[in-house]
């Protein structure tokens, strides 16, 4: 393991180097190295890094929701939070729903579809998130708080998808599932998720006021906060990755100064995290998966896409976003890549017939939106949003 961990972390400095010498977000060639040195080409990545693979991708993705929220502040969230909800679940059930019908042409019934069209849903916050990010220090779309709105959305988008797909598959299995049941969970479970995490980031800001300790013990002692509270979905309702973001957002309105400082140290901390993150999704890609139906996959994908794109239009309408703003929120919602990755192989490990067929569309998904959603963000971004007039005008001294 250990001879891996170094080989990823010696190809990954230059191939990050490369892309963004092309202008390619590296993110992109941390995902063809991946699947370069994983079991489907030149198999370099030993066995007992694969087997953890998803619990470090999940930290990775853990590290990352909590630099967002330490980035989010109550009167952003205020202004956000209507146009955030329609698109945290709006534009997912569009998609979703679309591919349950379109999935026909694969050979799959409407219960099997649903499960490929609520995989393929869930938008990638691993891929969106550090985007915003950007787009936020850089005070890009701030007016009008984009780049928040995405990131705050991104993260419930994926709780909406993986519920529904959950559905579905206790449908095909033939289990007694309350269907309504199943779906007005959604919101007890984001309220549970964000009320115990902003419980969390409180108690952390009583104890960081009242005992003095470095930053750097501080953010252990968040992220190992963070990944334990993560646990608690086995064994209550939670969504707890909105309640990781929450942490940091309690943080930020109780201790805005060691927030900023504490959000610094997570960068970096995210410098690691990410070349992991990517590179074991890539890894976890499973070319070979890819069948006949393939053709027939992407265009499932890309119709799904087109729905997914309307989902957004009617979220944003009566909003004060303008066109391009607009325009920038579909495409920041093209990414796919760690749900896909954890949750594609399920229907099949569990012998749901056409399993296969919905691995195979899962991994197009991933090889597709991406490249194409990371590109695109990275070059439209700069061309619809714009810059606050104080950020401009610091620029210009």
């Given at each position: 393991?250990?001879?891996?961990?170094?080989?990823?972390?010696?190809?990954?400095?230059?191939?990050?180097?490369?892309?963004?010498?092309?202008?390619?977000?590296?993110?992109?060639?941390?995902?063809?190295?991946?699947?370069?040195?994983?079991?489907?080409?030149?198999?370099?990545?030993?066995?007992?890094?694969?087997?953890?693979?998803?619990?470090?991708?999940?930290?990775?993705?853990?590290?990352?929701?909590?630099?967002?929220?330490?980035?989010?502040?109550r009167k952003t969230v205020k202004k956000i939070g209507p146009l955030a909800l329609r698109m945290s679940f709006l534009p997912g059930v569009f998609e979703g729903f679309s591919i349950m019908f379109f999935a026909q042409w694969l050979g799959l019934d409407l219960v099997k579809g649903g499960m490929l069209g609520f995989i393929i849903a869930a938008v990638s916050p691993a891929v969106v998130v550090p985007e915003m990010l950007r787009f936020k220090e850089s005070d890009m779309g701030k007016d009008r708080e984009v780049p928040s709105t995405i990131l705050a959305a991104a993260s419930v988008d994926d709780v909406v998808a993986i519920t529904i797909f959950t559905v579905f598959l206790g449908i095909d299995k033939g289990q007694n599932i309350n269907v309504v049941t199943a779906v007005a969970s959604v919101p007890l479970e984001i309220a549970l998720g964000i009320g115990a995490g902003a419980l969390i980031g409180f108690l952390f800001a009583l104890l960081f006021k009242k005992f003095h300790m470095r930053d750097t013990k501080k953010v252990l002692l968040v992220l190992s906060s963070a990944f334990i509270f993560h646990q608690l979905e086995n064994y209550m309702p939670v969504a707890s990755l909105l309640g990781v973001m929450a942490i940091g957002f309690m943080l930020r309105e109780k201790l805005p100064v060691a927030a900023e400082r504490l959000a610094g140290k997570m960068e970096r901390v995210w410098v690691l995290a990410e070349v992991f993150l990517f590179v074991l999704v890539g890894a976890s890609v499973s070319i070979n998966a890819i069948n006949n139906s393939w053709q027939k996959g992407i265009v499932v994908i890309i119709l799904g896409l087109l729905f997914r794109s309307l989902g957004v239009a009617v979220s944003t309408l009566g909003s004060k976003l303008n066109l391009h703003e607009r325009l920038f929120c579909m495409v920041s919602y093209i990414p796919k890549a760690t749900v896909q990755a954890a949750v594609g192989g399920i229907p099949l490990a569990m012998g749901v017939a056409y399993g296969d067929v919905i691995l195979s569309v899962s991994v197009l998904s991933i090889i597709i939106t991406a490249p194409l959603g990371a590109i695109g963000i990275r070059y439209i971004g700069p061309r619809t949003l714009k810059k606050t007039a104080h950020c401009e005008n610091r620029s210009a001294l």
């Open positions: 393991m250990v001879l891996s961990i170094s080989l990823i972390i010696i190809l990954s400095i230059p191939i990050i180097s490369l892309f963004e010498k092309l202008r390619l977000p590296g993110l992109i060639g941390l995902i063809f190295l991946g699947v370069l040195l994983g079991p489907q080409i030149l198999n370099l990545i030993d066995n007992s890094l694969l087997d953890v693979s998803s619990e470090i991708r999940l930290l990775a993705l853990i590290v990352i929701l909590l630099r967002a929220g330490l980035g989010l502040d």
